[in-house]
């Protein structure tokens, strides 16, 4: 299986570089390597390369600059994963790209599936929404997966943020009104291995198999599919079991509670955030017949591993 991972130096790209290096044969771009917004370069660097899978983790993702910086967000959130769609359509190979759960409105009180109408409310959202489209429409055999708030060893995130306060300060606060399911990195690796089974299953040609463009990609995993570990919980919730985490193995910390702040608080965020955005991992359990473990015992295992004594 030959691989190519976009957005390689990222919090997930790099943890798929890492865990999928020793599987198969992965050629990893990061932005000073490839840029998105450069459609003639991404044309050029990424057709002359022979591969089964391409992975798209890359994206513009600062929330707030996506409103004011609507034509680079639209050009890498939407218009490059079409480019991308179409190299891959065109090669026989298979696109994942990744979304988020920015595309919904946060109206729903319950989890979100794969089926709900996305009614983003941030320009951020819009562009990945478009993403998703633009990516379908050159194959509908590639795969979208929205993914939430991602956590990993690889680049800092929220919860290494919350450590780095409470080890510096007694005063630490989060958002406690605002509600979706943390993710880790690890663990979408894995669950991605089931994806990249299936097409080298289904004798995928895109390394120069020459396989039908209806092969490459007849075991499922196609359209837009959901992952996220299970349960949910506020940023407070989980900053404070980050921290719970941390006392438990001895690692000292000043603040020992997260206060409560709201998000009407946060008078100099710019874009709207959707109050409750968690994912529904249900069509994935269906289709494995295996459930992502919880949130809970993913920040665990990430403290207990990876944060410093």
Same mark, same amino acid.
């Given at each position: 299986?030959?691989? &190519?991972?976009?957005?390689?130096?990222?919090?997930?790209? $790099?943890?798929?570089?890492?865990?999928?290096?020793? *599987?198969?044969?992965? #050629?990893?771009? =990061?932005?000073?390597?490839?840029?998105? !917004?450069?459609?003639?370069? &991404?044309?050029? *660097?990424?057709?002359?390369?022979? %591969?089964?899978?391409?992975?798209?983790? +890359?994206?513009?993702? =600062?929330?707030?600059?996506?409103?004011?910086?609507?034509?680079? +967000?639209?050009?890498? =959130?939407?218009?490059?994963?079409?480019?991308?769609?179409?190299?891959? /359509?065109?090669?026989?190979? *298979?696109?994942?790209?990744?979304?988020?759960?920015?595309?919904?409105?946060?109206?729903?009180?319950?989890?979100?599936?794969?089926?709900? #109408?996305?009614?983003?409310? $941030?320009?951020?959202?819009?562009?990945?929404?478009?993403?998703?489209?633009?990516? @379908?429409?050159?194959?509908?055999?590639? @795969? &979208?997966?929205? #993914?939430?708030?991602? %956590?990993?060893?690889?680049?800092?995130?929220?919860?290494?943020?919350?450590? *780095?306060?409470?080890?510096?300060?007694?005063?630490?606060?989060?958002?406690?009104?605002?509600?979706?399911?943390?993710?880790?990195?690890?663990?979408?690796?894995?669950?991605?291995?089931?994806?990249? !089974?299936?097409?080298?299953?289904?004798?995928?040609?895109?390394?120069?198999?020459?396989?039908?463009?209806?092969?490459? =990609?007849?075991?499922?995993?196609?359209?837009?599919?959901?992952?996220?570990?299970?349960?949910?919980?506020?940023?407070?919730?989980?900053?404070?079991?980050? @921290?719970?985490?941390?006392?438990?193995?001895?690692?000292?910390?000043?603040?020992?509670?997260?206060? +409560?702040?709201?998000?009407?608080?946060?008078?100099?965020?710019?874009?709207?955030?959707?109050?409750?955005?968690?994912? $529904?991992?249900?069509?994935?359990?269906?289709?494995?017949?295996?459930?992502?473990?919880?949130?809970?015992?993913? &920040?665990?295992?990430?403290?207990?591993?990876?944060?410093? /004594?």
């Amino acid at each position: 299986m030959k691989i &190519v991972i976009i957005g390689s130096g990222g919090r997930l790209g $790099s943890a798929l570089t890492r865990e999928y290096c020793d *599987k198969f044969d992965v #050629v990893g771009f =990061n932005h000073a390597q490839l840029d998105l !917004a450069n459609f003639d370069q &991404v044309r050029e *660097k990424v057709t002359a390369l022979d %591969f089964d899978v391409l992975i798209n983790c +890359a994206a513009f993702t =600062n929330v707030d600059l996506c409103e004011t910086e609507r034509d680079q +967000a639209f050009r890498i =959130n939407a218009e490059a994963p079409r480019v991308l769609g179409e190299i891959c /359509r065109d090669k026989k190979a *298979k696109l994942i790209h990744f979304s988020t759960d920015y595309v919904f409105d946060g109206e729903k009180r319950e989890p979100y599936t794969e089926d709900d #109408v996305a009614k983003p409310i $941030s320009f951020y959202g819009q562009s990945k929404r478009e993403g998703e489209k633009l990516v @379908l429409q050159t194959q509908d055999r590639h @795969l &979208v997966v929205r #993914v939430s708030w991602v %956590f990993g060893p690889d680049r800092p995130s929220f919860i290494d943020g919350v450590i *780095k306060r409470a080890r510096e300060s007694e005063h630490v606060e989060a958002i406690a009104d605002k509600f979706s399911t943390p993710t880790y990195t690890r663990d979408l690796a894995q669950m991605l291995l089931k994806v990249v !089974a299936a097409v080298a299953d289904s004798g995928s040609g895109g390394a120069g198999r020459g396989s039908s463009a209806a092969g490459v =990609n007849d075991p499922g995993y196609s359209g837009i599919l959901h992952f996220a570990n299970a349960g949910e919980c506020s940023w407070q919730e989980y900053a404070q079991f980050s @921290l719970d985490c941390c006392r438990s193995l001895g690692i000292p910390l000043k603040a020992k509670t997260v206060g +409560a702040l709201k998000l009407s608080d946060m008078k100099n965020w710019i874009a709207r955030r959707p109050v409750f955005s968690v994912l $529904s991992s249900t069509k994935y359990i269906a289709m494995t017949g295996t459930s992502p473990r919880t949130w809970r015992g993913a &920040v665990a295992d990430y403290v207990r591993e990876f944060v410093p /004594r």
